[in-house]
């Protein structure tokens, strides 16, 4: 080998790294994230050479970074594996070829499994610095190799030669001289803002001229056993953005259907209450502990937009970019599967302590009320998590799973009324059929909570039945006979006749039937229609002119 030589791209080359640097990548700012994915492989792959016992090297793995915003230059060094002249030649000289896929292919043919850690895969990462430098020179050494340099500014050909002294024992240096209308990035603030979006959860520490940048762990590789309160809630505050604690936590990984690693927090209070934001969806994606996407909304329903937390998935179908993921069907089923683990987690923790979800609910259940106006296929898991009150429970609230444990065993129908007001709802003339039984009742507070019986009609088969609008079914379902009370028999049959006629004429249009009911014990009379009075409210409120 001569010392220094030149060598051309293939033709179909320079084309690609055209199309590479300009158009795969939407954002500039995403070479930084490339670069440091780079050198996180690279100390990745040299750790696990230092365990395994085939390198002698020191275990001192880390990354610096270095600018200088007068020059336009800013330096990245990595203690990582390093490349010999060989292997920069076919890893950089060769664009789409990726050293890292080849030593994982080569890991796994020895057996070892490494597939979590290391991120690169698609060979064009290393391409989106001729995004933002005029030139790019890496320095590099591997154990046992000189040291070399590579150059090139990105038009088609790159230089490559020996080199001594390089100021380091192992690793890659990566020297970019920016263009001038990319020189923010030669700015400190700019790259801490870029370093800690996508790079904060690299393993490596990483210091930005002499200051280390990432601090925080991605606490969702550890193992749980490991990870205290304290971690678990220092790294809520850093997702979710907030001092106030949150409420329940589910940290857990699976292979089915796709291999996840999910920190799922539930906060303990919304914004949305207060009715001027929304909830921010403040759940992140990442592949491998880089972020694919922030506040990633496709990964859960709306109604669950108060989750907070970190989604990794490791087999991500990702786009070449790796900003978005190639495969929807894909998504749908992660977030199928999401959606069912933070259902169920909502109903062991209700199951566990009564209080402490009642009181979360409280706060809310709205949402799931929303969840279940959108959501048939999880309505099931969202009704088991609603509670209401009921008049065999005026202090607590119940679940419907409870009430059917109260319904009696002639009884199919779940049965409800609306009422924001406990006593009043008992009081109320259509609550009569019940007296002096222990048939229960549901007391629904609001018409959002009717919306949802209406919706789906019935709850494990059992049919939600308003008691204002179901007068005959009651009667059948009570199973008792009418009774004839005092009053009615006293007044005389022939002044029944005109009396329901005066009455109907002076109520038209409003009312179109009366009839004669026996049942009633307490009150005079009630108004029977197809609509409950809340529905009637809420129909009135949603279009006037039909009052
Ligand atoms: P990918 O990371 O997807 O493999 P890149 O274009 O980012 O593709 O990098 C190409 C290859 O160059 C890598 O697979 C790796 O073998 C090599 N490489 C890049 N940066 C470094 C580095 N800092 N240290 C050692 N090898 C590197
Ligand atoms: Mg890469």
Known sequence: LKDSEKMEFKAETKKLLDIVAKSIYTDKEVF????????????????????????????DLYINITTNSKDRELVLF??????????????????????SQAFLKEMKDKDVSLNDSIIGQFGVGFYSTFIVSDSVEVYSKAEGHNGVRWVSDGSGEYEISN?????FERGTRIVLKLRQDCREFSTENELEKIIKKFSQFISYPIKLNGQMLNNLQAIWYRDKREITTDEYERFYESVAKTKIPYK????????????IKALIYIP??????????????????????ILIKQNCSELLPNYLRFIKGVVDCEDLPLNISRETYQDSSLMNKLRNAMTRRILKLLEEEARKDKPKYNKWYEEFNNFLKEGLTSDTENSEALFKLLRFNANFSKKELVSLDEYIEKMKPSQDKIFFIVNPQIESAMNSPYMEPFKGTDFPVLILSNNIDEICFQQSGNYKGKS????????????????????????????PEDEIAPFSLWLKNE?????????????LKDAPAVIVGQQSSSMRMMMQMMDPSAA
Do not use: W
């Open 464 to 491: 939600f039945v308003n008691v204002e609008t179901s007068y005959e079914e009651i009667q059948k379902d009570l199973g008792k006979k009418e009774e004839s009370s005092h009053a009615l028999s006293k007044i």
């Open 268 to 289: 303990s209070t919304h914004n949305e209450k207060y009715g001027i934001q929304n909830e921010t969806q403040d759940i992140n994606l990442y592949s491998r502990k």
């Open 163 to 167: 080199a001594d002294n390089l100021g």
């Open 78 to 99: 990595d203690s990582g594996i390093g490349m010999s002249r060989e292997e920069i030649m076919d890893n950089l000289g060769t664009i789409a070829k990726s050293g």
């Open 32 to 59: 930084l994230r490339e670069l440091l994915s780079n050198c996180s492989d690279a100390l990745e792959k040299q750790r696990f050479k230092q365990v395994s016992g085939s390198s002698q090297g020191g275990n």
């Open 248 to 259: 329940y936590l589910l940290h857990y990984s699976t292979d089915v259907p796709l291999s």
């Open 507 to 519: 109520l038209q249009p409003q009312i179109t039937k009366i009839s004669l009911s026996k049942r």
